[in-house]
């Protein structure tokens, strides 16, 4: 079973990656599991997430993996923070 890991932070931008996903990335600096992070990269399965650059939110995620000071993720669920 995976971890469900909960974040609070900032979309800073949406990109598209090489393989032509769309993911956001997300105001991170701090450790997760003894890694340093200084970044999300969050994707979603759902091609309606409207995620907005400069929101801050509170995200359920999972984790796919780290990658140089990059944790990727799922988005599970989302809440805006007004």
């Known amino acids: 079973m995976q971890e469900l890991i909960l974040v609070i ?7 598209m990656s090489v393989k032509g996903k769309y993911y956001y990335r997300f105001h991170f600096k ?7 992070i200084k970044v999300i990269h969050l994707y ?5 997430e ?3 650059k400069g929101d801050d939110y509170l995200l359920w995620v999972k ?3 780290v990658h140089e000071d990059i944790l990727e ?6 809440k805006k923070i007004i």
């Open 9 to 15: 932070s900032r979309c800073v931008s949406k990109r």
């Open 63 to 65: 984790r796919r993996r």
């Open 73 to 78: 993720a799922e988005l599970i669920k989302h």
């Open 44 to 48: 979603s399965n759902v091609n309606h």
């Open 50 to 52: 409207k995620l907005s």
């Open 30 to 36: 701090g450790f997760y599991a003894g890694e340093k």
